[in-house]
T-cell receptor, first 114, second 109 residues
């Protein structure tokens, strides 16, 4: 299932640095999502985008930023303002406008602080 | 507000025993409910959704609107069922999925 590709698989950040996580999909999905997965916390929504050049904040958007310049790409930037960035980040996509359609997930990126 | 509650962090059962992973939700409208599974070293993937009323890998889940529940059941657990299971809810329109905190199922041989 190579529909959604996240890179890199592992990422290390120094204090004060911004880092960008890549998410690309070839499923022709309009909607894309970023989640953060922490042990015991489940998946928490960071940002999502239903269409190109538009995106909305999720539940934990502080310290993160996104862009959606192309339909297939939805990069996530973890800024220095994010005080606890160490986590596993999951990108997903889905067909927009139909609540029955499931989300498809990438393999994830594990971010660690040096 | 939309909320999904999975009361058990960890559920351990013996091989061949029945399994029930609990999921309760809070939503004022008509929700779409999903179960996702994450096996070790694999990506999160859809297991089943209530609209399909299907059985996948022997698992079933029935939406009970009166009890606002969507419990996942399997009559005879297998070792390969050991994984992390997430219940998720989708409201109307273009709203993202809301996930529960997950339940780790461990099937003991």
């Amino acid at each position: 299932d190579g529909g959604i590709t996240q890179s890199p698989k592992y990422l290390f950040r120094k204090e004060g640095q911004n880092v960008t996580l890549s998410c690309e999909q070839n499923l022709n999905h309009d909607a894309m999502y970023w989640y953060r997965q922490d042990p015991g916390q489940g998946l928490r929504l960071i940002y999502y985008s239903q269409i190109v050049n538009d995106f909305q904040k999720g539940d934990i958007a502080e310290g993160y930023s996104v862009s959606r310049e192309k339909k297939e790409s939805f990069p996530l930037t973890v800024t220095s303002a994010q005080k606890n960035p160490t986590a596993f980040y999951l990108c997903a996509s889905s067909i927009a406008g139909d609540s029955n359609q499931p989300q498809h997930f990438g393999d994830g990126t594990r971010l660690s602080i040096l | 507000a939309q909320r999904v509650t999975q009361p058990e962090k960890l559920l351990s059962v013996f091989k061949g025993a029945p399994v029930e992973l609990k999921c309760n939700y809070s939503y004022s409208g008509s929700p779409e409910l999903f179960w996702y599974v994450q096996y070790s070293r694999q990506r999160l993937q859809l297991l089943l959704r209530h609209i399909s009323r299907e059985s996948i890998k022997g698992f079933t889940a029935d939406l009970n609107k009166g009890e606002t529940s969507f419990h996942l059941k399997k009559p005879f657990a297998q070792e390969e069922d050991s994984a992390m299971y997430y219940c998720a809810l989708k409201g109307s329109g273009n709203t993202p999925l809301v996930f529960g905190k997950g339940t780790r199922l461990s099937v003991i041989a």
